[in-house]
T-cell receptor, first 114, second 111 residues
Framework: GAGVSQSPSNKVTEKGKDVELRCDPI?????LYWYRQSLGQGLEFLIY????????KSGLPSDRFSAERTGGSVSTLTIQRTQQEDSAVYLC????????????FGPGTRLTVL | QKEVEQNSGPLSVPEGAIASLNCTYS??????FFWYRQYSGKSPELIMS????GDKEDGRFTAQLNKASQYVSLLIRDSQPSDSATYLC???????????FGTGTLLAVQP
């Protein structure tokens, strides 16, 4: 079956603009995660969706970041008023059931804020 | 103390040798443990998961878990140049309900 897909693969934007990143999880996976990986850094947890439960937003770095998951499937991560420090690779992962299960990553979106 | 610690490397091994990658974690009640491989410029790829003490083998890969000592390791037998990558250890702890990643060990397999 198809893996996790993300779009766009690359996004270059100007400081202050809003961006939307999309993630389509593996079919049948109820849990979806967003992470951020800056150059040479580890994976930073951003947000976690599990079924119809309220998302765990504890990793979002500021109120400029938000995410939604529609219909229990596709998710969109939105960054408003982008800053240069937002430049990173944004990775989406999904798993069957919750956090303790195997997470499979998409190819990522490389965001560059000029 | 970091929640998940790995030696950043690089760990250099000759082709055909056994590569041993280690990871320690701080949450004593951690339940699930994973190894990911990440090639430069690519996303992490799951290669092993382990949930109980002991060894788990999959092809050339063996994961070892020792909960009493709070470490998990990955052995790669007959290392190949194509194994050269960063290996990320990830630990799920019930206390945080999050998958916590180490910063990874860079493995370089020399032909």
């Amino acid at each position: 079956g198809a893996g996790v897909s993300q779009s766009p693969s690359n996004k270059v934007t100007e400081k202050g603009k809003d961006v939307e990143l999309r993630c389509d999880p593996i079919s049948g996976h109820t849990a979806l995660y967003w992470y951020r990986q800056s150059l040479g850094q580890g994976l930073e947890f951003l947000i976690y969706f599990q079924g119809n439960s309220a998302p765990d937003k504890s990793g979002l770095p500021s109120d400029r970041f938000s995410a939604e998951r529609t219909g229990g499937s596709v998710s969109t991560l939105t960054i408003q008023r982008t800053q240069q420090e937002d430049s990173a690779v944004y990775l989406c992962a999904s798993s069957f059931m919750g956090v303790g299960n195997e997470q499979f990553f998409g190819p990522g979106t490389r965001l560059t804020v000029l | 103390q970091k929640e998940v610690e790995q030696n950043s490397g690089p760990l250099s091994v000759p082709e055909g040798a056994i590569a041993s990658l280690n990871c320690t974690y701080s949450d004593r009640v951690s339940q699930s443990f994973f190894w990911y491989r990440q090639y430069s410029g690519k996303s992490p790829e799951l290669i092993m998961s382990i949930y109980s003490n002991g060894d788990k083998e999959d092809g050339r890969f063996t994961a070892q878990l020792n909960k009493a000592s709070q470490y998990v390791s990955l052995l790669i037998r007959d290392s190949q140049p194509s194994d050269s990558a960063t290996y990320l250890c990830a630990v799920y702890g019930g206390a945080t309900n999050k998958l916590i990643f180490g910063t990874g060990t860079l493995l370089a397999v020399q032909p």
